[in-house]
């Protein structure tokens, strides 16, 4: 896609989110809505490490849930102005992030993600036995204060604008990440992925790009941890539990990672068909997870896969100037 | 503290006997098996039923053969037919299929707590050490025993065993050699979700049925099982022993310590020798 | 002394109790192609890996422009010029074929990167796919791919494990002939190993054969075809 093209598709996701703000009246929607768009940044972090180190990480609501605590512990001492606070949560995450990636990207296959799951759970016990720093198993609220970055946070916390600061920072976050892999750090790190070996061989060193793309799915997942606890108020130790860390990646499988964006639009289906099947959603996991393994088994490429798929068929058709053979219509 | 020291062996044996099942499946089919959990949980469900309508000593029976012909079935139409594709993709559908059981329990027998009552054969307590013990969990550790031995002994020398063996290390080179391989899978996976319910059955009496158990018996069973590397079902054996007794006395005595013991051992392990996980078939 | 530009010494690589190379003395002289020939298993290409690092040495040296660099991974000693080609195909499958040999350039230290990477594309002729995914490629252009991905970046040394195979007989023979061309223009030395007799006797100004992880004859071409112990061994009397 070229530049200007990324650029359009930005400003018009951009202005999509607002339309959708001021157009849909229903808070409970928008709501939803934004629940979806804070998961969907999660499951861009979780899918960027799939998509550009081939990683599955069991373990990466730690990241999520770490950022949540450490901005909700630093509101809680009152050390730092919340704006601050948001800095050094996302910060410090990857920072942690990137020092841990330098140790367990080494390790590969299934053997990475039992040990993502294994640190992940570490992160869970010590979160939900600290009563005295965490909250323990209750969780703790965060305590946000009037003002953030300037604005009124009563203004900014209604279902409207909350949805279109989520909703913004998803898609500018897709916007930095895709303008992040057209740099030689990129193609560095889609060579690795492709052939790890002959990426050795021709001069490339492996560990640090690795640790680099592990840092930087950690940062994105506790960037979606710090907006959760602006969406809700409260982290809580289940947020760092492993299952989370496994939704996520369903999402990340069911949208596909082939786009940037695939993951983001699993993490919406998730829980606009969970929505959408009101009584039925108790058994919501089951039928997610009954779609997961269609998806698997029949579609790898996920949702967004499929859909780019039909668009490449689409506009095949459309240069020829007649209908598609009948190959061609099925995706 | 020789109550602990008994209960912590008395884990280690459920765990004996999750992990054996667990094992053998990765051994196999080179799949971590993360609906193992779900499976155990379903094999204590089911011998619930069972041994509400006839007897516990019925379910002991019945739930780990209906186990077995459910995992040949997973294995035939499962892991058979994915057995070319990425293996972490396998571990995604058993991911999904951990939820799908869930929710099946949860919706055939509720969310709230069962209990399984302790078989009257088995209904007394005996002596030991000074300490009246329950006489049925002597029987679950005689269990334990019985799975880790029975198995170890199976596997070094008998005809399937030596086939087991050889399809775990190269199972290209032993289907060359005449050994049917996919019959063996069905069969050894059979025998890994049997196990799991046997486990279930057996663990039903002294540990509460909850729609909660088969996530926190799943983790324990897979730091068992990295621990004790997935190369030898003796080490997954000692390592189950040991978790059990550090689950039991550290619940006592160093609870916070207790619980993170285990997965800083397991994240040791996968950095010093993650290729035991990572599998050495090329 | 000749000042070597690559030298191996007394190299020996033992693993589970299989002595795969035993003491191999070996040297390249700048501006040299020299074959490596023998028998499959000799060990031809377990030198190849550890000379560029891709195997640990259980003994002996690898002497870059006399400098050892036996202990440097193969990262490294690509960064200093010691680069090689594979006998299995190895390129990236997902990306665009200038895309990766620019890649590989910047690595090195060449003044003018994508320069250099289209001139090797062009010499290999694969200029006509540049925005070509790799994975899309015929063999015989994958092949070549892979080794442009060894080529570019001004290296020293260039170890090529048959390059030839797959290829057919006219593809062979005009790779040959390309190779040794390169090799001038660019000023790199090759190591070769290669099975086709006529590739190697054609182009070597040094051979060495290989047995059993043994070097048991080396020197000029019709020196070695002559060797009663190389024709034993492996050319056979038909040579």
């Not at chain 1, 602006?230 to 492993?242: A, D, I, K, M, R």
């Not at chain 2, 679950?140 to 029975?150: K, R």
């Not at chain 3, 060990?43 to 202990?71: F, H, M, N, W, Y």
């Not at chain 3, 990306?95 to 040999?101: G, I, L, T």
């Amino acid at each position: 896609m070229s530049l200007v093209k990324l650029f359009a598709c930005t400003a018009l996701a951009l202005a999509a989110g607002g339309a959708v703000a001021s157009g849909l009246g229903s808070a409970t929607v928008l709501s939803l809505l934004t629940q979806a768009t804070v998961y969907a940044i999660f499951a861009l972090g979780v899918g960027l490490l799939l998509r550009q180190n081939a990683m599955v990480s069991f373990g990466h609501a730690a990241f999520f849930g770490a950022a949540g605590y450490v901005v909700g512990i630093l509101l809680q001492l009152q050390a730092v102005p919340a704006e601050a606070a948001i800095l050094i949560a996302v910060g410090g995450v990857t920072l942690f992030a990137f020092l841990l990636g330098l140790v367990v990207v080494r390790v590969p296959g299934i053997a990475f993600g039992m040990l993502t799951l294994a640190v992940g759970q570490m992160f869970f016990l010590t979160a939900s036995r600290s009563r005295g720093l965490t909250g323990g198993a209750d969780g703790m609220n965060v305590d946000w204060p009037s003002t953030l970055f300037g604005i009124e946070l009563s203004a900014l916390l209604r279902p409207g604008p909350l949805f279109v600061l989520c909703w913004s920072v998803l898609v500018l976050t897709l916007l930095a990440l895709a303008l992040l892999l057209r740099t030689r750090f990129g193609a560095i790190t889609e060579a690795i992925r492709d052939n790890e070996e002959r990426a050795r061989f021709i001069g490339i060193e492996t560990l640090l790009p690795r640790a680099a793309v592990f840092a930087l799915s950690a940062c994105v997942a506790s960037i979606g941890g710090v907006l959760s606890t602006l969406n809700t108020g409260f982290v809580s130790p289940e947020t760092l539990h492993w299952s989370v860390s496994g939704v996520a990646l369903m999402m990340v499988v069911v949208g596909g990672t082939r786009a940037l964006w695939g993951p983001a639009l699993g993490a919406i289906v998730y829980f606009l068909v969970k929505d959408l099947l009101g009584d039925h959603a108790n058994h919501w996991m089951a039928i997610f997870g009954a779609g997961l393994i269609v998806v698997i088994v029949f579609a790898p490429e996920g949702l967004s896969g499929a859909l780019q798929r039909l668009a490449a068929a689409w506009r095949r058709a459309g240069a020829a100037g007649h209908p598609l053979p009948l190959t061609e219509r099925l995706p | 503290m020789f109550i602990h020291l008994f209960n912590g062996l008395v884990y280690g044996a459920l765990l004996i006997v999750m992990c054996a099942g667990l094992a053998l499946i990765y051994g196999l089919r080179r799949v971590v098996n993360f609906a193992h959990g779900a499976l155990y949980m379903l094999g204590a469900y089911l011998g619930y039923t069972i041994a509400s309508q006839t007897s516990f000593w019925v379910a002991l029976v019945a739930v780990p053969a209906v186990m077995a012909v459910l995992g040949a079935l997973l294995d035939r139409f499962g892991l058979r037919l994915l057995q070319d594709r990425d293996p972490l993709a396998v571990v995604l559908v058993t991911f999904g299929l951990l939820l799908i059981v869930e929710d099946f329990v949860q919706t055939a027998w509720g969310k709230g707590n069962l209990s399984v009552p302790v078989p009257a054969l088995l209904n007394t307590s005996v002596d030991l050490f000074a300490t009246a013990v329950p006489a049925y969990r002597i029987a679950v550790i005689a269990v334990g025993a019985a799975v880790a031995i029975g198995l170890s002994l199976w596997l070094r020398h008998s005809k399937l065993g030596l086939f087991v063996r050889a399809s775990s290390t190269d199972p290209t080179t032993t289907a060359m050699q005449g050994v049917n391989t996919d019959a063996l899978s069905a069969g050894v996976v059979g025998l890994g979700t049997a196990l799991a319910g046997l486990a279930g059955v057996v663990a039903a009496p002294f540990l509460a049925l909850s729609p909660s158990m088969s996530s926190d018996v799943l983790i324990d069973s897979f730091v068992v099982v990295v621990i004790g590397g997935l190369g030898s079902l003796a080490g997954a054996f000692a390592a189950a022993v040991v978790l059990g007794l550090i689950q039991a006395l550290g619940a006592v005595y160093l609870p916070d310590a207790a619980a993170l013991l285990p997965f800083a051992l397991m994240v040791a392990v996968l950095l010093w020798k993650p290729a035991g996980l990572a599998g050495s078939r090329t | 002394m000749t000042d070597y530009v690559l030298q191996a010494r007394d190299v020996a690589i033992h693993y589970g109790g299989v002595k795969a190379v035993d003491g191999v003395d070996m040297t390249l002289e700048r501006g040299q192609i020299r074959g490596l020939i023998g028998p499959n298993g000799a060990g031809k290409s377990t030198v190849i890996d550890a000379i560029t690092g891709r195997r640990p040495l259980t003994r002996g040296q690898v002497l870059l422009r006399g400098e050892d660099v036996s202990a440097l991974g193969a990262t490294e000693r690509r960064r200093r010029g010691l680069s090689r080609s594979f006998q299995r195909t190895s390129i990236f499958a997902q990306m665009p074929v200038r895309k990766q040999v620019e890649l590989a350039a910047y690595k090195m230290n060449v003044a003018d990167p994508r320069a250099d990477a289209d001139d090797v594309l062009r010499e290999l002729a694969l200029d006509g796919l540049s925005e070509a995914t790799a994975a899309d490629l015929g063999y015989g252009q994958q092949r070549r791919l892979d080794l442009a991905l060894a080529l570019v970046g001004a290296p020293t040394v260039l170890l090529l494990d048959e390059p030839m195979a797959g290829l057919s007989v006219k593809e062979s023979l005009d790779l040959a002939r390309h190779l040794k061309l390169l090799a001038q223009r660019r000023d790199v030395s090759v190591l070769l190993v290669e099975h086709d007799m006529d590739v190697v006797f054609g182009i070597s100004d040094r051979i060495t054969v290989f047995e059993l992880g043994r070097v048991i004859a080396q020197g000029e071409p019709a020196a070695v075809r002559a060797d009663p112990r190389v024709r034993e061994a492996y050319l056979g009397s038909a040579a």
